[in-house]
């Protein structure tokens, strides 16, 4: 199909999927309305629902519908949306990616998720597939932690430049060779955005178009404040800033982004429930420390 392009960048969004305290089998539509205009409101430049922080994975295929078409119609245009479309199956991913499309989304982001580990022509296949299949753009998702597979930066930017719909890279190994090695390819022109938290000053620094990140829904105004002080060339005052970051950024990835945000909501007042088993939320310590990270941050 015929791209759709549309631009986006800076502060991507990731909200978490909030169940009901009470039921944690049913979605609480009111909370995620909540986090979305917190997260819009600070001034994010995207929403990004059903990565890994919206718990995409454990949700059903009814679920996931309620999610990306109550985020598609809330958001209702103020900010693009991304929604993420991984699944097993090939023919799975195209039928959440068509959904997400008929329901308004900017664009899609997809991992190559598998039960068995995949060759390159495999993932290709795949991708190429669900870019032929929508007339969306496509950002391919870069994640090797979660999925066992690793593209590298020749991969990806051969997928973008032979791939119509495919547009975008967001690159989460950590590694910040890689992101210098996509500008080198592509002489600046590839839109790559950083999955890493701890990269984030370093990454944009490299010339990443985005930092797609969790955060937001914890302390948006900050996220927001250091991504307009690195952006606009106050080299200090965003290295300042990410200093006082760093310590809560390290926090959410390295105990599970579900638990950590969902916990880190809870301590500010906002209920969105637990994550869905076999997650399991923070024990009280680890809530302890999460609770002082936030108030260092904000």
């Known amino acids: ?101 008929r329901l308004g989304a900017t664009a899609v982001m997809a991992l190559p998720t598998s039960y068995w580990r995949l060759t390159e022509e495999e993932v290709r296949l795949h991708f190429t597939t669900l870019a032929e299949s929508i007339g969306i753009p496509v950002m391919v998702y870069n994640n090797p932690a979660t999925t066992g597979i690793d593209m590298t930066a020749e991969f990806l930017f051969d997928l973008v430049t032979t791939v119509e719909n495919i547009t975008m890279v967001k690159e989460s190994t950590g590694d910040i060779a890689r992101m210098h090695r996509l500008n080198e390819l592509s002489g600046n022109t590839l839109a790559f955005f950083n999955g890493s938290n701890p990269l984030a000053q370093r990454a944009f620094q490299a010339g990443a178009a985005g930092w797609c990140t969790a955060a937001p829904c914890l302390i948006p105004h900050r996220i927001v404040e250091f991504h307009h002080a690195i952006t606009t060339g106050r080299e200090d ?49 680890e809530t302890t420390r999460l609770e002082e990270l936030i108030a260092a941050c904000r």
């Open 1 to 101: 199909m015929e791209c759709t392009l549309t631009t986006i960048s800076g502060i991507v969004a990731y909200p978490v999927t909030p169940f009901d305290n009470r039921d944690p089998d049913t979605i609480n539509v009111d909370i995620l309305h909540l986090l979305l205009d917190r997260m819009i409101d600070a001034g994010v430049d995207a929403i990004a629902p059903l990565g890994s922080t919206g718990e995409s994975a454990y949700l059903d295929h009814n679920e996931w519908i309620t999610v990306a078409t109550e985020t598609i119609q809330h958001t209702d245009g103020r900010v693009p949306t991304v929604v993420g479309v991984s699944d097993l199956t090939t023919a799975g991913t195209i039928r959440r990616a068509q959904i997400a499309e």
């Open 237 to 285: 005052e965003a290295a300042e800033l990410f200093d006082r970051l760093r310590p809560l950024l390290d926090m959410i990835v390295s105990r599970g982004l579900p638990a950590t945000i969902k916990a880190g909501l809870r301590s500010v007042g906002v209920e969105a429930g637990t994550p869905r088993r076999p997650l399991l939320p923070l024990d009280e310590p």
